[in-house]
């Protein structure tokens, strides 16, 4: 017998396995391929089974802002603290408290909100004199006054919002609902993420890939980031000389290869390579139509503020927010940078909330009046709030609050939430959850229980155990759903 013949009869079981399930996945593969310029029907993809139950929510739009945006002074309205000015912060309400090395060694004074608060709204919810556009909103929003983190450092922070843990490798929720849900527009992708930050420069926060990252699933699931400079997609424009024909037969021809490489090794990244060579084809016309909003009724585009017609702005990526929505992308993550004010509270929290405040509101107001906000969930918040004790000296301009994690506020808005509220209460010095308390979990848990899924079910499989974005924790806050 010829002896490589007989070598290929006495394959192990994991080759067996991995070489059939090579040739079952091409199969499949192949069947797509083959229909590549058909339109695919809108949620087609996902996994089976998945929503565990009806959902409330088809899309999500997530406004992070990274840096932390001070509840003290936006959001968690205290009178009590204008008559403790100056005042050290009793040790019974700091117990102990990790504190960063930034303020850990020096004096805890309190300072109370810089800008007045008023009631707005049939709720009457208290929101800060710089949120003159949420204050608009008032009635649409779901305020929760309650979240709190055990990170107190901006990158973990971030990465255990969106990825559920403090270090990188998870997959961001923007990948988990890829994995889970699939995808409803087979010409855009299915999570799409865009960033940007003050005009000033004045926020250090980097933006990391892996805040849209896939982690452990596979990469076909990660965020697609659109840019501001040059194209939206990177090569998402033809070279010179190359036009759409011939760019199709070399992508045909590119495939073919890809699939004899598969079928001999059955990496599954191959296929997600093929696929998304394919997604990038049809992005070439899809993308282009997108950005453009010269379409855009003037009224509307007005109702994003000044700053929309700057490409890269949060404006800018607010109002593609909402034609990515309208268009069927299935997680929006915006992150804006800026709202790290240690040394220029004074100055740069009304410069923040000018660019961001008008904005975010405008999504809101635009969403609703296209009947979308009826299915679409809205998200604004940070990575923790501020220390109501004040960085440096109160009496210059150089002065500004601290990391906290203790307490914090974010909002809802939308689909599945209930308007017009407030939820949860911190004590008065605005430095601890006083009732119902909201851990980050328990909102990841809360946005996919929207979404129709239950957040112990929807897990994957990697080195030897099941992981979820929820990790072990997480219960989803009734209280808050419509």
Not at 181 to 187: A, K, Q, V, W
Request: glycine residues 10%; aromatic residues 8%.
């Amino acid at each position: 017998m010829n002896p490589i013949f007989e070598n290929q009869l006495h394959q192990t079981r994991r080759q067996f396995l991995g070489r059939t399930g090579a040739a079952l996945g091409l199969a499949a593969l192949g069947s797509l391929l083959g229909e590549s310029r058909a339109s695919a029907t809108p949620g087609e993809t996902g996994l089976s089974g998945l929503p565990h139950f009806p959902a409330k929510v088809k899309r999500v739009i997530y406004l992070m802002q990274t840096g932390a945006p001070s509840h003290v002074d936006l959001f968690d309205y205290k009178p009590g603290l204008y008559k403790r000015r100056g005042e050290l912060l009793p040790s019974s309400v700091q117990m102990g408290q990790r504190l960063t090395t930034m303020t850990q060694n020096q004096r805890q004074l309190i300072l109370p909100g810089i800008s007045p608060f008023r009631r707005h709204g049939k709720c009457g919810t208290w929101l800060c004199d710089f949120l003159p556009h949420t204050a608009s909103i008032a009635d649409e929003i779901c305020l929760i006054k309650s979240m709190h983190t055990e990170a107190i450092n901006h990158a973990p922070a971030t990465t255990l919002f969106l990825c559920g843990a403090e270090l990188p490798g998870r997959p961001s929720m923007g990948a988990w609902l890829s994995y889970g849900l699939g995808s409803m527009n087979r010409d855009l992708p299915t999570f799409v993420a865009m960033t940007s930050q003050d005009k000033e420069l004045s926020c250090g926060q980097i933006f990391y890939d892996y805040y849209w990252g896939s982690g452990f699933l596979p990469s076909r699931f990660q965020g697609v980031k659109l840019r501001s400079n040059g194209d939206p997609v990177l090569y998402l424009s033809n070279p010179a000389g190359l036009d759409q024909s011939l760019r199709r037969g070399l992508l045909d021809d590119l495939a073919q290869l890809n699939r004899i490489r598969q079928d001999a090794i059955g990496d599954p990244e191959i296929a997600t390579r093929i696929s998304q060579y394919e997604m990038a084809y049809r992005m070439q016309t899809s993308v282009p139509e997108l950005t453009d909003i010269s379409s855009e009724p003037k009224h509307v585009v007005d109702m994003y503020g000044p700053d929309v017609q700057r490409r890269g702005s949060f404006a800018w990526n607010c109002l593609l927010a909402r034609r990515l929505a309208e268009r069927g992308v299935r997680f929006i993550q915006l992150m804006h940078a800026g709202w790290d004010q240690h040394r220029n509270l004074p100055t740069q929290l009304e410069v923040q909330c000018r660019d961001t405040d008008q904005p975010s509101a405008g999504l809101v107001k635009d969403l609703k009046q296209r009947g979308l906000l009826d299915d679409t969930l809205v998200i604004w918040g940070g990575e923790f709030g501020r220390t109501v004790f004040v960085q440096g000296d109160p009496t210059q301009r150089d002065h500004g609050r601290d990391h906290h994690g203790r307490c914090f506020s974010i909002w809802m808005a939308g689909a599945g939430v209930k308007p017009g509220i407030s939820y949860g209460e911190t004590d008065d010095y605005c430095y601890n959850v006083a009732r119902d308390p909201v851990h980050v979990h328990d909102f990841q848990a809360t946005v996919l229980h929207l979404l129709g899924i239950d957040h112990t079910r929807l897990t994957y499989r990697f080195q030897g155990r099941h992981y979820r974005l929820t990790d072990v924790h997480g219960n989803v806050v009734h209280n808050i759903l419509s």
